[in-house]
């Protein structure tokens, strides 16, 4: 029973929110609230015990437990601190590393009156850098630091940038599916109902 968040943690949420509740079902509420799909503040009755979550964070404090949900040892459900300014890929999709050059496409027939890139390929969107820090340039554009989450990579090509008298060159790696994210406030928790990821939330 101490699997199942939503038998063992809701089937006690009325008694964990009156005013009679101990102090070591804050833990509980936390879980319980963190773990609604809505937002961790969609009800009056968390805004408190989140609040007074933020506060114990921000001291440097460990994070509350919940006893009646298990944890990670057994299975069960729990949240953790995380220092992250990205979500996490969508199902399927990896990170692409830091500096990756990145486009989405698939392999095309062959052509012959067409740049040799495009004989091999047929590009979805612009080529960009995965995580590519702000001030820096490519050959391409200055882009923001935002992060690939990609599939299967079909290949790869070489591009040949032209910048004055020189020419520099550039691996370019092509998946099948390819998400951009924009980084957002690092400090985050993670919600884990059922041993499973269930959602990120940031504060």
């Known amino acids: 029973m101490r699997k199942y968040i939503a038998s063992?943690?809701?089937?006690?949420?009325?008694?964990?929110?009156?005013?009679?509740?101990?102090?070591?079902?804050?833990?509980?509420?936390?879980?319980?609230?963190?773990?609604?799909?809505?937002?961790?503040?969609?009800?009056g009755e968390c805004v408190g015990?989140?609040?007074?979550?933020?506060?114990?964070?921000?001291?440097?404090?460990?994070?509350?437990?919940?006893?009646?949900?298990?944890?990670?040892?057994?299975?069960?459900?729990?949240?953790?601190?995380?220092?992250?300014?990205?979500?996490?890929?969508?199902?399927?999709?990896?990170?692409?590393?830091?500096?990756?050059?990145?486009?989405?496409?698939?392999?095309?027939?062959?052509?012959?009156?067409?740049p040799f890139r495009h004989v091999r390929y047929e590009l979805t969107g612009e080529v960009r850098v995965s995580e590519l820090q702000t001030g820096e340039e490519d050959g391409f554009a200055a882009n923001a630091p935002i992060r690939a989450c990609v599939g299967n990579q079909v290949g790869q090509y070489i591009e040949h940038v032209s910048s004055g008298d020189s020419v520099e060159t550039y691996t370019v790696d092509v998946f099948d599916q390819v998400t951009w994210q924009n980084p957002q406030p690092p400090a985050a928790i993670d919600v884990y109902v059922n041993d499973t990821w269930e959602r990120r939330v940031r504060y």
């Open 8 to 43: 063992v943690i809701v089937g006690v949420a009325p008694a964990l929110f009156t005013p009679t509740a101990s102090s070591d079902d804050w833990g509980c509420q936390v879980l319980l609230c963190l773990s609604n799909p809505g937002g961790a503040t969609q009800f």
């Open 49 to 114: 015990p989140i609040e007074k979550l933020y506060r114990h964070l921000a001291k440097g404090r460990g994070f509350p437990t919940c006893d009646l949900a298990g944890s990670r040892d057994d299975g069960g459900s729990w949240a953790q601190q995380v220092y992250d300014p990205y979500d996490p890929c969508p199902n399927g999709l990896r990170p692409a590393w830091a500096g990756q050059y990145v486009v989405q496409g698939q392999t095309a027939p062959q052509q012959s009156n067409l």
